[in-house]
C-alpha cells in the first residue's frame, strides 16, 4: 500500500509543482486562483483575470458572464468601468504637461484656477492633489487637514485636474485624454460621457448574497457638469488589453520621461487600502507603492457604478495583473475580496520570488 502510494505521488508531482526558467520551484498558483474563483461563496466570481510575466501570458481566465441575462461569455475586449484605476491616468495626463514646463507641481493650483472661489486655493498644490495629500472632502467645504500633512482619498481633488488640464492645453480633458489612448495604441479606452454611445461596455450589476440586479447609472442623476468632474477621477472605460498596454508602456519608459516617472512613483504619505492588504502603503501620483514588503509592487485598484478593478506590476519579475469584474458588492466587507485573494496568491508564489 506504501509502495502504491509512493508511487503516485511521484507521478502526481509534475503536476503539482513547476520550475521557473532557473529551475526554482514554483507554487501551483494556478490552481489556487481557479479555487478561489469557482468557489460559490462568499460570491460567484464574475469577470477577467489575466497574469503575466515578460510579456508571456501566465494565467489568464474568464469566469461568469459579460451579460447576465443573455449569458453571453467574456472575451479580452470587453470594456469595463475601470473607476479609480482612471486616476493614474489623469496624473500622467498633468505630468505630460509638466515636462512640457506647462503644470508646476508646487504651485497653488490658484496659478491654474483664478477664478475658484474656495481660499484654500491658494494653499494646495498641484503636487497634493494628485498624491490625495490636499485635505479636499468637498469643494464647497474647508479643508479637513492642513495641506501635505496627512492622506485623504479624495475624488474632489482629483476633479480639480479637469480644469487645470483644460486651462494650460485649451482642450477639454476627454480630448486630451482620448489623444493619449489612442497614441498609445489603447484603441478601446476613452472617457465615458452621458448620453453617448459608449462603445463595448458590458452592463454593470449591483450585487447581494442572493442576486445581481443590472445597475442603472441613470438613477445617480450626473449633471454634465459634475460627471465632466468626476472622469479624473473614476469616469474612464478600457479593457484588459488595453490596461495590459498601459503598464507595459508605463513602466518601460514609453509613457513619461524618466525623471518624471520617478516623481510619480515617490511618496511622502502612506495609507492603508482593503485591496492591498493591512500595512500601509505609499501613495505616489496616482499610483500605490508596496515596497517595503518582500515582493514590491505597484498598483491601483477601483470600484463603484457595478463594477471592480485591480492592476498591479511587480518590477522584478515584470510581471502584470489584471483583474476586472463587472459586479459590485453591495456588502462593503466583500469589496475587493477576489482582487485581494490573487494578489496574495500571486505575490506569495515562486512566480513573483
Known sequence: MIRSYKILLLFLLPFLTATNSDGQQ????????????????????????????????KYLKTHGYSNIENKTPFTLKDNFRIQSNSKQIA?????????????????????????????????????????????????????????GTDYFYSNPGYGLLRPILENVTGKTFIEAANSLFKELKMMNSYCYEIDKLNTGLVPGYSVTKDSANL?????????????????PAGGMISNAMDLHTWDQKLHKGKILKSATYKLMMAYEITARHESFGNEKIGYGYGIRISDKTPVTYLGHSGKGLGFMSLKLYIPSKDIIIIVLQNYYDTDSKLHYYYESNIREIVINSGLAK
Open 215 to 231: 445597475f442603472n447609472f441613470k438613477n445617480l442623476n450626473y449633471s454634465i457638469e459634475s460627471w465632466a468632474n468626476f472622469i
Open 26 to 57: 514554483i507554487t501551483d498558483y494556478a490552481s489556487k486562483i481557479d479555487s478561489l474563483i469557482q468557489a460559490k461563496y462568499p460570491r460567484s466570481f464574475n469577470g477577467i483575470i489575466w497574469i503575466t510575466k515578460r510579456g508571456k501570458t
Open 91 to 147: 496624473a500622467v495626463l498633468i505630468l505630460k504637461e509638466v515636462e512640457k514646463g506647462k503644470i508646476d507641481l508646487h504651485a497653488p493650483i490658484r496659478k491654474y484656477l483664478p477664478d475658484f472661489k474656495q481660499h484654500w486655493a491658494d494653499t494646495v498644490t498641484v503636487h497634493q492633489l494628485l498624491n490625495n495629500s490636499s485635505g479636499i472632502v468637498d469643494f464647497t467645504k474647508p479643508l479637513s487637514f492642513q495641506p
